[in-house]
């Protein structure tokens, strides 16, 4: 059963920097492909980053553009974990975080981030950003 577990959410000052950590759980993280995404009050869930299953046909990673040059999503195999470095953060970054894997999607990172239906999710950390 795959379980995903984020952390390092908290409470930062405009121009701050956060790194999430997703924990996964029960399964090799080598063939997942994993997601984060994030949800402000009143707002849909949207794709913030994404990056490819090792052995990906289109490997690589996908960025919103509102984060583009200050967040960094990274993977470390060994500790099956995952990471995104979030570097001068502002207001509207505020929202709840959640990481998401899917099995060796075929699609682009891409296509996958912004449109795949993925499978296992994690219950999500708090990030505000706020003076």
């Known amino acids: 059963q795959v379980q995903l577990v984020e952390s390092g959410g908290g409470l930062v000052q405009p121009g701050e920097s956060l790194r999430l950590t997703c924990a996964v759980a029960?399964?090799?993280?080598?063939?997942?492909?994993i997601g984060w995404f994030r949800q402000a009050p009143g707002k849909e869930r949207e794709a913030v980053a994404c990056?490819?299953?090792?052995?990906?046909?289109?490997?690589?990673?996908y960025y919103e553009d509102s984060v583009k040059g200050r967040f960094t999503i990274s993977r470390d195999n060994a500790k099956n974990t995952v990471y995104m470095q979030m570097n001068n953060l502002k207001a509207e970054d505020t929202a709840v975080y959640y990481c998401?894997?899917?099995?060796?999607?075929?699609?682009?990172?891409?296509?996958?981030?912004?449109?795949?239906?993925?499978?296992?999710w994690g219950q999500g950390t708090q990030v505000t950003v706020s003076s």
């Open positions: 998401a894997a899917d099995l060796a999607p075929p699609t682009t990172i891409e296509a996958m981030c912004i449109f795949g239906k993925w499978v296992h």
């Open positions: 029960g399964v090799l993280l080598d063939d997942y492909a």
């Open positions: 990056i490819s299953h090792a052995g990906s046909r289109n490997p690589g990673t």
